[in-house]
């Protein structure tokens, strides 16, 4: 089974410059997540999809973030204008969407970002 | 607000030795505190998972001990080899969704 795949896995741009990741979930996954991980801290939620639709954005900063997915596979994250804050691992993740409790998700291995 | 504190923040232990790291909650409504291990360069992968109304679980090496009167529950690794070097996040789920809140992870270092 092929795993989440994600794009750039690198990638160094100066501030205020726009960055777009790239990810495709594993094939059936009804659920997409987009997760910011800032050097030594936990992954953070910035937004979920289940299909096309948004589940839950309250934590992306709407004024600078923005994300799709337009035929409910993959999916698009967008920063513009890049803040030096915004260095960070950018994950993405997919599940089933079973409703189950103890449904399990599977991380890519991130776009790294580091805005100068 | 952090709302899984997780401690330490980082760990090094000896080959066979237990290291033990601990997490907190406060929000009642957490209904899966799964652990996930992340190698550098790699996302988190699911390592083990526990329900709020069982006091332990183990799979292989390592074990889940939650306390949920406490609100605490913590990862014990037995008998650690390097292999297990690696960060450490505890998370909770929401009852009713699928997001998890991560804690801020523990840097394991297991020395031979």
């Known amino acids: 089974e092929a795993g989440v795949a994600q794009s750039p896995r690198y990638k160094i741009i100066e501030k205020r410059q726009s960055v777009a990741f790239w990810c495709n979930p594993i094939?059936?996954?009804?659920?997409l997540y987009w997760y910011q991980q800032i050097l030594g801290q936990g992954p953070k939620l910035l937004i979920q999809?289940?299909?096309?639709?948004?589940?839950?954005d309250s934590q992306l900063p709407k004024d600078r973030f923005s994300a799709e997915r337009l035929k409910g596979v993959d999916s698009t994250l967008k920063i513009q204008p890049a803040k030096l804050e915004d260095s960070a691992v950018y994950l993405c993740?997919?599940?089933?969407?079973?409703?189950?409790?103890?449904?399990?998700?599977?991380f890519g291995s991130g776009t790294q970002l580091s805005v100068l | 607000q952090q709302q899984v504190k997780q401690s330490p923040q980082s760990l090094i232990v000896q080959k066979g030795g237990i290291p033990i790291i601990n997490c907190a909650y406060e929000n009642t409504a957490f209904d899966y505190f799964p652990w996930y291990q992340q190698f550098p360069g790699k996302g988190p992968a699911l390592l083990i998972a526990i329900r709020p109304d069982v006091s332990e679980k183990k799979e292989g090496r390592f074990t889940i001990s939650f306390n949920k009167s406490a609100k605490q529950f913590s990862l014990h690794i037995m008998d650690s080899q390097p292999g297990d070097s690696a960060t450490y996040f505890c998370?909770?789920?929401?009852?009713?969704?699928?997001?998890?809140?991560f804690g801020q992870g523990t840097r394991l270092t297991i020395n031979p």
């Open positions: 999809f289940q299909n096309n639709g948004v589940v839950d």
């Open positions: 993740a997919s599940s089933k969407s079973s409703g189950a409790t103890n449904e399990k998700l599977f």
């Open positions: 998370a909770a789920k929401y009852q009713g969704a699928q997001k998890l809140v």
């Open positions: 094939s059936g996954h009804a659920t």
